[in-house]
T-cell receptor, first 116, second 109 residues
């Protein structure tokens, strides 16, 4: 149980275009999902916390107008990178938190974004 | 502020034992997690400690001392596939997960 999927697993896009990444909890309901970014050889950086039915909470330094997060249902959150630039190229990982027990975060497999 | 410290990199020999330390200073405490992350992949859950003491799970064990703000992950009978980054993370009073920067473990034959 507790499987999180992400789609796509990798994407290449041109500078100036937008890219949408989906994160789904497959066998549980996730009221809270998290979006992380990780650059090569660096640690996870939390971008935002997404609660179902409400606006996402962004970490300091993360542009909310550039990284649009929608958490419309208990099993789906989306991250849209708008007007992507080469510096947005990174590994984007989502996680979903369970609603009971130890509140462990279950991670999706990640999406590798390359902006050319 | 909230802070989690762990060594940046460690090297160990195949078949040996290695201990990765983690110290934390957070606003409240609701548990400590260890995750393993192989290069290019997402983190995977290893262990969870909320009470003081040692939790053993196969070749991996995790220890917690809440009074000292300290934990360690112990890996026994190291295998080459254990080469990865190990992330320490603490859940604070708001159930937010605070991440350490990770320890890159290099296993040599």
């Amino acid at each position: 149980g507790a499987v999180v999927s992400q789609h796509p697993s990798w994407v290449i896009c041109k500078s100036g275009t937008s890219v949408k990444i989906e994160c789904r909890s497959l066998d549980f309901q996730a009221t809270t999902m998290f979006w992380y970014r990780q650059f090569p050889k660096q640690s996870l950086m939390l971008m935002a916390t997404s609660n179902e039915g409400s606006k996402a909470t962004y970490e300091q330094g993360v542009e909310k107008d550039k990284f649009l997060i929608n958490h419309a249902s208990l099993t789906l959150s989306t991250l849209t990178v708008t007007s992507a630039h080469p510096e947005d190229s990174s590994f984007y990982i989502c996680s979903a938190r369970g609603t009971s027990g130890i509140y462990e975060q279950y991670f999706g497999p990640g999406t590798r974004l390359t902006v050319t | 502020g909230q802070n989690i410290d762990q060594p940046t990199e460690m090297t160990a020999t195949e078949g040996a034992i290695v201990q990765i330390n983690c110290t934390y200073q957070t606003s409240g405490f609701n548990g400590l997690f260890w995750y393993q992350q192989h290069a290019g992949e997402a983190p995977t859950f290893l262990s969870y400690n909320v009470l003081d003491g040692l939790e053993e799970k196969g070749r991996f064990s995790s220890f917690l001392s809440r009074s000292k703000g300290y934990s360690y992950l112990l890996l026994k009978e190291l295998q080459m596939k254990d080469s990865a980054s190990y992330l320490c993370a603490v859940t604070d009073s708001n159930y937010q997960l605070i991440w350490g920067a990770g320890t890159k473990l290099i296993i040599k034959p």
